[in-house]
């Protein structure tokens, strides 16, 4: 089977470009840098060697840190068919916000001397980060590695990933870098410099139109980036919302709650049942994690062969070419968990996205703050943990770091990206797809939630009919909790409970009888 696959794969422009070649990535332990790892090594046979930067955490030095992330679920086909694979990851110890990435001069001259393909995915992706720490991250990071692509004999292609949302101020975005009204790298220096209680006073004027410093940060990056490359071959790769897997390493593969994943998470177990969006007709932007993966590859592959005068932007993105609309995401997920539940649930998996403030917080009261102190209530008195509130509380605040993007649509216009797959010969499309406009969003959700299912909710698909039975019931006792409170709107309260004390009364009439 391996032989067969790699015969086909000798047909490949990308996998013969990749043939004896030796990569660095940064960011290679993220949901995105696994998904890399995997895909180069499972579908380039021939490349070299693959130095992944890793920095030692909570005692562990990256050797461990190697074998626990090649242990990961992501790996499963390698280790199964392509064992052997695995043992082309070198892991460097060092940290990207340290200046040459803090690495050994052995390493860094291991990677100067060897490294023809960079991929810098390394990032802080909380929307909540102070300004100075995703500076470090963000700015300082690729900056670092700019320096160290500068000194590589070999380089072909430095591939920097950034954010469709660098640029929110416009409503159309196309793939290029937007002048600033300051100097990028003077603005970064003075940030870096001033005290952090001015800057995190100051945030909010510095940040401007931008809702958060993630991507404040990341647009401040592209102009850097574009500002000093230089000769360095730099192409710069702009996901939108990256969501589970639609094919590769296996569909529906996640492995975190950011994004819209949580509130997947939350719909499918009866927790979150209401969001705000300010029209359910404006188009949101996913974009599937390996056709993401699959594109920085090509356009590794490109910027290589075509060697551009100037840097290049790619959109991996969805909302030009095959848009879905918040209405779409809310019923297609409510769909598929419907057809796919989970086997714990806190009431009926159902949702609704509304653009009317008060009824957003009624319904956070009403449906989910007041069943939570009841069920905490209740938990205290048993003699269990009360900790439904919090969480509604911790949920509601995660969600609220999305209003800016529930409230604008943007429009990517991918020309670049659709320029590549055009070149791309039918085998080379066929092993790194990333054509978005055969997304079926319907089908694709239900490979999202059996995903979140199995990945992140940790629910094997055997659970399936116990799940269905369980939903059933919730249907049974959500469609009887809608009955009575209709009846107690049409007929009011005093008059349903003298009907409901008629009932008990006869019933304990007949039971006398008997």
Same mark, same amino acid.
């Given at each position: 089977?391996?032989?067969?696959?790699?015969?086909?794969?000798?047909?490949?422009?990308?996998?013969?470009?990749?043939?004896?070649?030796?990569?660095?990535?940064?960011?290679?332990?993220? %949901?995105?840098?696994?998904?890399?790892?995997?895909?180069?090594?499972?579908?380039?046979?021939?490349? =070299?060697?693959?130095?992944?930067?890793?920095?030692?955490?909570?005692?562990?030095?990256?050797?461990?840190?190697?074998?626990?992330?090649?242990?990961?679920?992501?790996?499963? &086909?390698?280790?199964?068919?392509?064992?052997?694979?695995?043992?082309?990851?070198?892991? *460097?110890?060092?940290?990207?916000?340290?200046?040459?990435?803090? @690495?050994?001069?052995?390493?860094?001259?291991?990677?100067?001397?060897?490294?023809?393909?960079?991929?810098?995915?390394?990032?802080?992706?909380?929307?909540?980060?102070?300004?100075?720490?995703?500076?470090?991250?963000?700015?300082?990071?690729?900056? #670092?590695?700019?320096?160290?692509?500068?000194?590589?004999?070999?380089?072909?292609?430095?591939?920097?990933?950034?954010?469709? %949302?660098?640029?929110?101020?416009?409503?159309?975005?196309?793939?290029?870098?937007?002048?600033? !009204?300051?100097?990028?790298?003077? *603005? &970064?220096?003075?940030?870096?410099?001033?005290?952090?209680?001015?800057?995190? !006073?100051?945030?909010?004027?510095?940040?401007?139109?931008?809702?958060?410093?993630?991507?404040?940060?990341?647009?401040?990056?592209?102009?850097?980036?574009?500002?000093?490359?230089?000769?360095?071959?730099?192409?710069?790769?702009?996901? &939108?919302?990256?969501?589970?897997?639609?094919?590769?390493?296996?569909?529906?593969?996640?492995?975190? *709650?950011?994004?819209?994943?949580?509130?997947?998470?939350?719909?499918?177990?009866?927790?979150?049942?209401?969001?705000?969006?300010? =029209?359910?007709?404006?188009?949101?932007?996913?974009?599937?994690?390996? @056709?993401?993966?699959?594109?920085?590859?090509?356009?590794?592959?490109?910027?290589?062969?075509?060697?551009?005068?100037?840097?290049?932007?790619?959109?991996?993105?969805?909302?030009?070419?095959?848009?879905?609309?918040?209405?779409?995401?809310?019923?297609?997920?409510?769909?598929?968990?419907?057809? #796919?539940?989970?086997?714990?649930?806190?009431?009926?998996?159902?949702?609704?996205?509304?653009?009317?403030?008060?009824?957003?917080?009624? !319904?956070?009261?009403?449906?989910?703050?007041?069943?939570?102190?009841?069920?905490?209530?209740?938990?205290?008195?048993?003699?269990?943990?009360?900790?439904?509130?919090?969480? #509604?509380?911790?949920? %509601?605040?995660?969600?609220?770091?999305?209003?800016?993007?529930?409230?604008?649509?943007?429009?990517?216009?991918?020309? =670049?990206?659709?320029?590549?797959?055009?070149?791309?010969?039918?085998?080379?499309?066929?092993?790194?797809?990333?054509?978005?406009?055969?997304? !079926?969003?319907?089908?694709?959700?239900?490979?999202?939630?059996?995903?979140?299912?199995?990945?992140?909710?940790?629910?094997?698909?055997?659970?399936?009919?116990?799940?269905?039975?369980?939903?059933?019931?919730? #249907?049974?006792?959500?469609?009887?909790?809608?009955?009575?409170?209709?009846?107690?709107?049409?007929?009011?309260?005093?008059?349903?409970?003298?009907?409901?004390?008629?009932?008990?009364?006869?019933?304990?009439?007949?039971?006398?009888?008997?």
């Amino acid at each position: 089977m391996y032989t067969q696959k790699h015969n086909e794969m000798e047909d490949s422009n990308i996998v013969q470009f990749y043939e004896d070649r030796s990569i660095f990535i940064t960011g290679a332990t993220g %949901f995105m840098g696994k998904v890399l790892v995997e895909k180069l090594l499972r579908s380039c046979p021939g490349i =070299n060697r693959l130095y992944i930067l890793m920095r030692p955490s909570k005692g562990k030095e990256v050797a461990v840190r190697l074998q626990e992330l090649i242990s990961n679920e992501v790996f499963e &086909s390698l280790r199964k068919e392509q064992s052997n694979m695995l043992e082309k990851i070198v892991a *460097l110890s060092g940290d990207v916000t340290q200046e040459n990435f803090g @690495l050994s001069p052995s390493d860094l001259n291991l990677i100067i001397e060897n490294v023809s393909i960079v991929f810098n995915l390394a990032a802080t992706v909380r929307f909540d980060e102070e300004l100075k720490s995703a500076l470090q991250m963000n700015v300082k990071g690729p900056r #670092y590695l700019l320096g160290i692509c500068r000194r590589m004999k070999n380089l072909d292609a430095f591939v920097h990933v950034s954010t469709a %949302f660098s640029f929110v101020d416009r409503q159309e975005i196309v793939e290029a870098i937007y002048p600033s !009204n300051m100097d990028p790298v003077k *603005l &970064s220096e003075f940030i870096d410099d001033a005290d952090p209680a001015l800057i995190n !006073n100051i945030t909010a004027e510095l940040v401007g139109p931008y809702p958060n410093t993630y991507t404040y940060t990341k647009q401040l990056a592209e102009q850097i980036l574009e500002k000093e490359c230089g000769a360095v071959p730099l192409a710069i790769v702009r996901p &939108s919302i990256v969501t589970a897997a639609l094919r590769e390493p296996f569909p529906g593969w996640i492995d975190n *709650l950011n994004g819209p994943t949580g509130l997947i998470a939350g719909g499918g177990k009866g927790f979150i049942r209401v969001f705000k969006v300010k =029209n359910a007709d404006f188009v949101t932007d996913l974009i599937p994690v390996d @056709l993401s993966i699959n594109l920085m590859i090509a356009v590794a592959w490109r910027t290589a062969m075509h060697k551009p005068v100037n840097p290049e932007v790619y959109f991996s993105s969805t909302s030009c070419d095959n848009p879905i609309t918040f209405g779409q995401f809310e019923s297609f997920s409510t769909f598929a968990w419907r057809k #796919y539940p989970t086997k714990d649930m806190l009431w009926y998996p159902t949702s609704e996205c509304t653009n009317k403030n008060w009824y957003y917080q009624l !319904n956070v009261m009403l449906c989910h703050i007041m069943p939570a102190v009841i069920a905490d209530c209740y938990a205290r008195c048993v003699g269990q943990r009360a900790n439904k509130v919090r969480l #509604y509380r911790k949920a %509601f605040r995660a969600l609220s770091a999305f209003d800016f993007f529930f409230s604008k649509e943007w429009k990517f216009i991918s020309k =670049n990206s659709d320029g590549i797959w055009s070149k791309m010969s039918a085998k080379d499309r066929k092993i790194f797809y990333f054509n978005v406009r055969d997304i !079926n969003w319907r089908a694709y959700f239900e490979t999202y939630i059996l995903g979140t299912r199995r990945f992140i909710l940790k629910d094997d698909i055997s659970t399936l009919p116990e799940a269905k039975r369980n939903v059933a019931k919730l #249907y049974f006792l959500r469609n009887c909790l809608h009955i009575f409170l209709f009846a107690i709107s049409v007929f009011g309260f005093p008059s349903i409970l003298n009907v409901m004390k008629f009932f008990f009364r006869r019933q304990n009439t007949a039971t006398n009888d008997l």
